[in-house]
């Protein structure tokens, strides 16, 4: 028992910008999801803000971040993910260092339908031409209503991709017993021994800062209709 | 007669019979109302958003815009409660988002309707006065007026099919 504890080093796999934007994402999908189906489209309108400004940061620390954040470092081409998924069923195979290879597909598949989601509902038009996008000022009414209906049906294929994920991380938990929702919140998995792990490289703060500043000033810009 | 052509005959007066009853629940005249009944909804909902793409722009064309869309919204709205006979909801088949609580609680339904005929008259004053620190907040409470009505009697927006 000793030795074995003694092999176990705690790794950091994620920084604190990737873990607080997914728990913001997950709340702010969330508030957007509630607000929509109960119609409270002014609280849907901000919340829908709020996750579009996450995604655009989450795309940014993806090509600035962390190690494990950049996209160059996990997103594999199809030899990768099919080795990858024909070992899928063994429950021997080692704990990948952030996102795995068949993984990553489902990152980039689910923020690209966030963002699909956002930017249809900064078009949509409501029924009272009341609460609307606020780049429908660009649309007809009528125009405007038929997004409205698109983004109903993308949000509909993202929650299951959502589902999905989810579907994934209980498998990895029950089958492969891998738990992958507490690295998730610490940052830090347990090591076994792996060969070629690296730590993480932390991407400094000010990089983050920069970005955020960025991303606001587009969030604001696209919040008021490229109007000034 | 013979017992197949008896059952052919009894099935054929069924049918009959069956559509007989639908259509006396749903007559020509509730149905003619449906299309246009749509289209008149949505020339009012384009004349709002026309309004507030006005206010969200901050460039306020009183003449050419917000005049002519108020007018829209208030003369349509004076008609608004003449397009919901009874007959003319689900029951007629047809696609529409009208649900059976406009029939069924019609007191409250019709309460709703002149309340937003009042939030539209209030609109076209302040049009005619081009009042512009009253418009916002008008426009918001005329929207809210049109909202309150679809919240209740109204299929939500998500559950069916774009309308054409």
């Known amino acids: ?228 | 007669m013979s017992a197949l052509s008896f059952r052919r005959v009894s099935a054929a007066v069924l049918v009959v019979y069956g559509f007989t009853v639908l259509e006396a629940a749903a007559g020509p005249a509730e149905i003619a109302q449906i299309k246009p009944r749509q289209d008149k909804l949505r020339d009012m909902g384009g004349a709002l958003k026309a309004i507030t793409d006005e206010i969200k722009k901050g460039r306020l064309d009183w003449d050419n815009t917000i005049l002519p869309n108020a007018q829209t919204i208030k003369d349509r709205s004076a008609y608004l409660l003449n397009w919901f006979p009874k007959g003319s909801g689900p029951e007629t088949g047809k696609k529409t988002y009208a649900l059976p609580a406009i029939w069924q609680k019609n007191d409250d339904f019709v309460k709703l309707g002149k309340a937003a005929q009042a939030e539209a008259v209030k609109l076209n004053d302040i049009a005619l006065k081009k009042d512009e620190a009253g418009l916002k907040a008008q426009a918001i409470a005329t929207g809210k007026a049109c909202k309150a009505c679809h919240d209740s009697y109204r299929s939500p927006d998500y559950e069916k099919e774009n309308e054409e």
Not at chain 1, 130 to 135: E, Q, V
Not at chain 1, 166 to 175: P, R, S
Request: aromatic share 14%; with cysteine; hydrophobic share 50%.
């Open chain 1, 1 to 228: 028992m000793e030795a074995a504890l003694a092999d176990t080093v705690d790794l950091r796999v994620w920084d604190v910008p990737v873990r607080a934007m997914h728990w913001l994402l997950v709340i702010g999908i969330g508030v957007c999801w509630w607000s929509g189906v109960n119609n409270e489209l002014e609280y849907h309108t901000y919340s829908g803000y709020v996750v579009l400004w996450i995604v655009l940061m989450r795309l940014y620390w993806g090509l600035v971040g962390s190690s494990t954040a950049r996209f160059v470092n996990f997103v594999r081409g199809p030899k990768a993910v099919l080795d990858y998924a024909a070992t899928l069923h063994r429950r021997d195979t080692p704990h990948a260092h952030g996102h795995n290879a068949l993984g990553a597909i489902s990152i980039v598949v689910m923020l690209g339908l966030v963002l699909t989601v956002v930017c249809l509902g900064l078009f949509a038009v409501d029924v009272d031409g009341l609460y609307s996008g606020p780049m429908s000022i660009y649309v007809s009414f009528k125009q405007g209503r038929h997004i409205a209906h698109s983004h109903y049906y993308w949000f509909n294929i993202l929650l299951w991709m959502i589902g999905l994920h989810l579907a994934a991380v209980i498998f990895y938990l029950v089958y492969k017993r891998q738990n992958l929702v507490v690295p998730m919140i610490s940052g830090k998995r347990q090591h076994r021994g792996e060969a070629g792990h690296a730590e993480m490289k932390i991407a400094p703060l000010w990089r983050f800062v920069i970005g955020a500043i960025l991303v606001s000033a587009i969030v604001y810009a696209v919040s008021v209709g490229f109007y000034f």
